[in-house]
């Protein structure tokens, strides 16, 4: 077994690299190059609260669960932060955290579904004003959801916010066939038990359900027609909102069976042979009073009824043309992400200089926790940008709609006041969708395109004059900036016959020393580092 070792490991044996060999004496790499220790030329650098630091961005694999992996990278962050403390280094996990904004559109939507079927349980007592009816009905909400969520899980569709939120949508309709059924159950069997010879109950809540039955039906399926036209969207509005609607349809659906299976079946064992008193609740008896008078005062005037009727449908049409228009909602993270464009050619420590300038100013802000800025663009990034384009991610405390309303416009107010480079901001969801929608990171994009650079330039600036005057356009600006410095290098011809120089080496020559080339590989251990030759940086005119 042979085993060699003469490779240079360190500078100083690197630079007694033997260059030419002649009449006994040698060049050394040493005497013609300064060989020393330096990392690569960046491409990106980060800042945190506006002192340098490394930013971890983690890619989760399709389909993964985001809050499964961002548990499972805090309990190893956590696990490596006495380890780091020890090095001086602390660790930031809050910067940015995609399940933040899960966790809390999953609470918010857990709470309307609880707060919802709340009110449905206290209205349905309050009116049936009988506990064994009321409790008939309820058991329609529990067993609706519950059919909807395995329906939903059998066609492969998750519990997220859109199908939590067409359950909470259907969770005031699931009970409304089995009210129905409930009410003209209970109101047969009193009739029947008036009679001189009685049926029996079976017989009796059969009848009753049969009698409603085709209402019943017919109803639900009008309702659920409401829905089709969402579950026909296409595009990304339609992976959007389709789960919604189907969630809502099978609940609706479910609820139907629920009416006509389960309900009869609970009446018989719980109505069949109790007291059915006839008394109406005190909520029932009261709204009819008020009704009645209601009632009476409307007869005497029918035309100003309609003439109001007519009226209030004018106002409610009138009112859509007021109301805002949008794709999505805004979408209230609780993260903010603001772009900063930097004339191209900016260098990275220029931009972590205007970076800090922003970050000062935005952490003045009494709503925000912290700014992280991501300069150029990290080696295995998936983001292709220069050291003049920034990414700050800004963290806010609170993250209910009016903080985050609030947080909002005051970053957009305070970026406006900044001088120098172009900024926009926008929460992190909203700029995915946008880029997804239209290909930019806004939701209105206008291209200009021809082949003079400096006429475009000019029709961009008037179409910017043009937008900036829309009501309610913001953040109107050119996202093209002037082109990019370069040296232009031409080679004469004629010295380089002179010479006897190769054009494609000396081609060679201009870009190593100004880009750089790897040149060899030194090995310790199992770490590989790179031996790269450029022109020092003083010798490269800027």
């Keep these: 077994m042979l085993q060699t070792e003469g490779q240079s490991l360190t500078t100083a044996q690197l630079a ?20 020393k220790d330096a990392p690569a030329a960046p491409i990106g650098a980060a800042t945190i609260r506006g002192k340098p630091g490394v930013i971890l961005i983690v890619d989760a694999a399709y389909g993964a669960n985001t809050l499964e992996v961002t548990h499972g990278i805090d309990k190893a962050v956590s696990e490596l932060r006495a380890s780091l403390e020890a090095q001086g280094i602390s660790a930031h996990p809050e910067v940015f955290r995609a399940a933040d904004f899960i966790d809390v559109a999953l609470h918010n939507v857990r709470d309307s579904l609880l707060i919802g079927a709340v009110l449905v349980i206290l209205i349905l007592f309050l009116f049936l004003f009988n ?26 569709l998750s519990l997220n916010t859109m199908t939590l939120g067409g359950l909470s949508i259907a969770i005031g309709e699931v009970v409304d066939d089995a009210v129905i059924d409930v009410e003209n159950i209970y109101r047969r069997l009193r009739e029947d038990r008036a009679l001189p010879s009685p049926r029996s109950t079976f017989q009796v809540v ?48 479910a609820s139907l069976v629920v009416a006509l299976t389960v309900t009869p079946a609970l009446c018989i064992a719980l109505l069949g042979e109790r007291d059915l008193p006839p008394q109406e609740p005190p909520a029932v008896r009261w709204l ?79 709503s925000v926790q912290s700014v992280a800025q991501r300069a150029g663009r990290a080696e295995l990034g998936t983001d292709t940008m220069g050291t003049h384009e920034s990414e700050i991610d800004v963290n806010l405390k609170a993250r209910n709609g009016n903080h985050v309303e609030a947080a909002q416009a005051g970053i957009r107010q305070i970026i406006s006041q900044l001088p120098g480079p172009i900024l926009t901001s926008n929460s992190f969801l909203t700029e995915r969708i946008n880029e997804t929608l239209s290909g930019y990171r806004t939701p209105v994009v206008v291209n200009v395109v021809g082949n003079n650079l400096d006429q475009l330039d000019q029709e961009a600036g008037e179409v910017i004059r043009a937008l900036g005057s829309v009501r309610g356009a913001a953040q109107v600006q050119i996202q093209s900036p002037p082109g990019m410095p370069q040296i232009v290098v031409r080679l004469r011809k004629d010295d380089l016959v002179r010479w006897g120089f190769d054009p494609l080496q000396v081609l060679d020559v201009v870009r190593t020393a100004y880009g750089g080339d790897i040149v060899g590989q030194v090995y310790e251990g199992n770490r590989v580092f790179d031996v790269s030759v450029i022109l020092a940086p003083g010798d490269r005119p800027r």
């Design 206 to 253: 059969l009848d009753a359900s049969l009698e409603v039955r085709s209402a019943v039906v017919y109803a639900t399926f009008a309702v659920i027609l409401v829905f089709f036209p969402v579950l026909n969207m296409s595009g990304l509005a339609g992976r959007i909102f389709g789960p919604l609607g189907i969630a809502y349809i099978w609940a609706i659906l």
């Design 288 to 366: 009819k009073r008020g009704y009645h008078g209601l009632l009476v005062r409307i007869e005497k005037a029918p035309g100003l009824v309609m003439a109001a009727v007519g009226l209030l449908v004018a106002l409610g049409i009138g009112t859509l043309f007021l109301l805002s228009e949008s794709f999505l909602p805004e979408l209230r993270e609780g993260n903010i992400t603001v772009y900063m464009t930097a004339l191209p050619g900016t260098s990275l420590q220029e931009s972590l200089r205007l970076g800090n300038r922003i970050t000062e100013a935005l952490l003045k802000i009494p």
């Design 16 to 35: 007694r690299t033997v260059l030419v060999h002649h009449n006994g004496g040698n060049v050394l790499l040493g005497d013609v190059a300064r060989v």
């Design 131 to 156: 506990l064994r009816t009321a409790a008939i009905s309820c058991t329609a909400i529990p067993l609706s959801l519950l059919a909807a969520v395995i329906v939903l899980d059998k066609m492969g």
